[in-house]
Nanobody, 122 residues
Framework: QVQLVESGGGLVQAGGSLRLSCAAS????????MGWYRQAPGKQRELVAH???????NSADSVKGRFTISRDNGKNTVYLQMNSLKPEDTAVYYC????????????????WGQGTLVTVSS
């Protein structure tokens, strides 16, 4: 069974930085997309950033210039470097993976991490 293990969340003051990590383990033939979502209290879950198998990245307008997504394909790991953090960045951050299990089974599967809490104090 494929699992995602997230780390790096915590409490930080406004203007500070954090780096989130998400490592995928289990039987994975290929990865289509890895990304980060977040959900603040009283708000819907939203896309923060994602990166495709070809290396193309996309990020929300609210984090452009502050957050950077990257990957290590050899480790099946995705990172989110968060700089210049603001109180409005406070949320539970979830890692997301879309992948193929093996070469003989068509279609993609999806798995979510358990979430890691990021709290930014003013």
């Amino acid at each position: 069974q494929v699992q995602l293990v997230e780390s790096g969340g915590g409490l930080v003051q406004a203007g500070g930085s954090l780096r989130l990590s998400c490592a995928a383990s289990g039987s994975i033939f290929s990865i289509n997309v890895m990304g980060w979502y977040r959900q603040a209290p009283g708000k819907q879950r939203e896309l923060v950033a994602h990166i495709t198998s070809g290396g193309t990245t996309n990020s929300a307008d609210s984090v452009k210039g502050r957050f950077t997504i990257s990957r290590d394909n050899g480790k099946n790991t995705v990172y989110l470097q968060m700089n210049s953090l603001k109180p409005e960045d406070t949320a539970v951050y979830y890692c997301n993976l879309i992948y193929r299990h093996d070469s003989r089974t068509p279609g993609y599967l999806e798995v979510w991490g358990q979430g890691t809490l990021v709290t930014v104090s003013s």
